[in-house]
């Protein structure tokens, strides 16, 4: 499994001579896999660095992407309308994401791409993309096979299937052993309106990467959480704000402190953490010696086990081998 980031800046994009180290797109991470079929791409959110991430989709001569949305919050959604997806009519586009408030994947984009806020109707291009309500995330699992492509099941049929050793359907008669695919698993953020995070497992290597964008702290791990991350080979967390700015202004911002993710990481046996979503004011500086630095010295106070720590960038590939 590899992990790129195309966008790791929370709120809004940036673009100034300090932050050229950790860079100024909001939200998009590429997920690879060898679980994924040939030309099929796997993203996570369409904040701004969705575009560059087209430019290079174009460049391989990819013929189909899946985008599973955290949340519709604009740094995570801004990026699609100007992107190559919505347009060329050859690729096959499908999005997943939280249903609420009556709104979906579908009725997010028939409100944002549409005059007077775009000069494009999403109703007019929009024949080539698919889109995917997903109302209940805790309950909802998500597969991907190389051959079979990409299946959802309720996590009560995934797990009867599992224990009756049969295997897994996908389309049509075809059905595979979960032991060849990525399963995703899903689980609830603590963020203002329903906000997802996602596990990845690629069960044929057993790595595993864990994303979490956009969760405030809490007083402690709730267990369903907690299962939600264990062992994570790679976790990466919304980390935007210092201690001290959280606790004079940021409270109730949904989003996360140095030593929140640090304890985080460190209850459910990570073996690293990638810590993202920065601040728009946050330098390159202010990120390494005000995010980055007490991160490391809070892991290495509290514990002696080890936990590789860093601050995730624009255009950063991860191989988990």
Known sequence: MEITFYGTRGSTPIARENSTIYGGNTTCVRIHSTCLPKGHWLVIDTGSGIVPLSWDFTKEKAKAVSILFSHYHHDH??????????????????????????????????????????????????????????????????LVHPIGGLKVLTRESFERLLEKGKQLPFQGTQKFDVSECMVMRMHRSNHPEQTISYRFEERPTGKVFVFVTDHENQDGIPQRFFQHLKGADLLVMDCQFTRARYDAVTCGWGHATPDYVVHVAQKVGAKSLGITHHDPPSDDDFINNNILIPARRHASSVSAAPLSIFACRDYMKIELS
Request: proline share 11%.
């Open 77 to 142: 959604t801004q990026g699609f309308a100007l992107s190559a997806f919505p347009y060329a009519q050859e690729i096959a586009v499908d999005l997943y994401g939280p249903y609420e408030h009556g709104f979906g994947p579908r009725d997010i984009f028939l409100t944002l791409m549409r005059p007077p806020f775009f000069p494009v109707h999403f109703g007019e291009i929009g024949s080539h993309i698919n889109c995917h309500n997903i109302e209940f995330p805790n309950s909802t699992i998500l």
